[in-house]
């Protein structure tokens, strides 16, 4: 199959694509550009794709072709159909005076959630490096900041969470002996740190805010995060001594067992002993930032019944953190704007009007500002192009 020529123009460069055969040459030389034909591994799903093994090759597909596939589309047009149609038909919203509350917020408040919510990235970048150490590969935080900004775009754009495997294609792309399947390894840790910390953060937050007991519509939420907590430890536990025993017992290709190896040390490796105080700290540092966003976004509209206070707002913003783990559309569009409006409106007794309000300029933050900033930052970027990282890529021994 020949392979299509390669472009320059703004979110053309190569995309993982599901099931497909090879990688395109990204322009530049050397190693970086022979990156471009390296493995882009998957776990057994369409939406990663593949075989799951790092010699497996991926075809090219742009993030704007991905943009413009039906599936993409759908995913992000019937969420909004869906919020327009509850605020308008079932909450009564009206849209003319929710945008004058947007316009008369308070600039200054909402130019600090700004600030606060972009402060979360470099902290999200130290992590990750961090994370990556851990597994074998040292890749300074500017780097790691701007290639998981980067996966952050194209989680605002597409559904099925695709930045998360761009991450490591990215990272691939750049710094060629990363094995991509043990990188994906450390995105996982890392999404298991935060599905954590949103849980224990948002448990206490909401023992705060509620001290005279958790309202019936909340008791649910909290029973479902304790019961995130317990799953997740009980599946590390499972997966670090069982998960290999039992892909040994099932008739699997000897490449999948070594892709697995390459995920375990990822997932694992990535935590050393002395390493997990730091990177708690850390996580609780980057949940910090998502809580002081929506209070800024609260104090800038400045609605005289709503009286979220610090604890309400970072409960609030964990919710709605934790359903952007919804795949079925870019950013948990739709699921985030109901889920969290249900919330204000029935925890906190915020007006249907006031806590769409809410949800809407908290959004244009956290995600239609990624989509403005990252597109910025994804035409300028020479990490699309395999540029390499700013230091000498260094290999370093895992620790145990």
Known sequence: MSEPPVTDQDLSQPFPAPGMGSLSRAPGSGEQADAANAAVPAPASDALGGSGDDEANQAPLSLGERLRRPRTILSIAIPIVLVVLVFRLTLNIDINELIDG??????????????????????????????????????????????????????????AKLGDVYRAYLLKLNC??????????????????????????????????????????IQFVVALGIVVIVVLAAGLLLIRNFG??????????????????????????????????????????????EGFRLWFVVLALGFPDVQLGISGAFFVAFIGSLLTAVPLSPAGLGAVELGVVGVLTLAYGVAPQEAATIVIVDRLISVFSVIVIGS????LSGKRRGAGLSQPPEVVVPAA
Request: with cysteine; aromatic share 10%; charged share 15%.
């Open 102 to 159: 947007v316009t008369r917020a308070n600039k200054v408040l909402l130019l600090a959630g700004l600030l606060v919510f972009y402060a979360g990235f470099p902290l999200r970048g130290k992590r990750w490096s961090m994370l990556l150490r851990g597994a074998g590969y040292h890749v300074p935080v500017r780097d790691s900041t701007e290639i998981l900004f980067l996966s952050w775009l194209v989680n605002c754009l597409v559904p």
């Open 244 to 289: 290999r025993r039992i892909l040994e017992r099932l008739p699997l290709p000897t490449r999948l067992l070594d892709a697995y190896d390459k995920f375990e040390q990822g997932v694992f490796g990535a935590l050393g002993v002395r390493s997990i105080p730091p990177l708690l700290v850390l996580t609780g540092l980057i949940w910090a930032t």
């Open 176 to 217: 060629p002996p990363v094995s991509i399947t043990k990188t994906l390894g450390t995105v996982v840790i890392e999404r298991i740190l935060d599905i954590l910390g949103i849980a224990i953060l948002g448990l206490a937050a909401g023992f705060w805010s509620f001290r005279s007991g958790f309202p019936p519509e």
């Open 376 to 379: 910025i930052t994804y035409v």
